[in-house]
């Protein structure tokens, strides 16, 4: 949910509320800090649109769903087979026809970026990431967890920015 921006302000909001209930003398600050912050998501949502506007409909792979809100936001359309993505998140592995699926997607032309979870790897990300840099598809990592020295906006601007450079070469 990290990746769905109307669920973090969602989530803001009730923390400020909750906050302020156990805090009172402070309730007006956990209030300002929560606007200030949500107002910022919208500036992640204007980026999401302009990304929308420019690439609405482009095909991508994923390695796992974490990205997927985001994507989706971006007007994106995930062209991975739902087998590949599923067992890679269910550490289950991946049959051998799924995976030429998959990696059909990138010699087909069929996605203009791979976007994948760099806190997994396994065999079959493994050999998806060679083969979409193979075929000179750009691949971008993202996170489940917050990346060291990052603020939860510096992290999704970065990944924004990260989508938006992958789809434009």
Known sequence: VWYDFATIAKLAIRLSSVLGRRDHAHATSFAHNAATFIDRL?????????????FAGDGVAITEPVPLYLLQACGLVNKTPAAFS??????????ASVLQKTLNLFASG?????????????PETTQVLADARAHHVPAVAVTETLPAGTTYLSWMRANLAAVRSALAA
């Not at 599923?86 to 049959?95: K, L, M, Q, W, Y």
């Open 42 to 54: 919208h500036g992640l949502e204007r980026i999401e649109a302009a990304i929308r506007a420019k």
């Open 86 to 95: 599923d067992a890679v998140e269910n550490g289950t592995g991946v049959s």
């Open 110 to 122: 069929a996605v203009h970026a791979l976007v994948y979870n760099a806190q997994t790897s396994g």
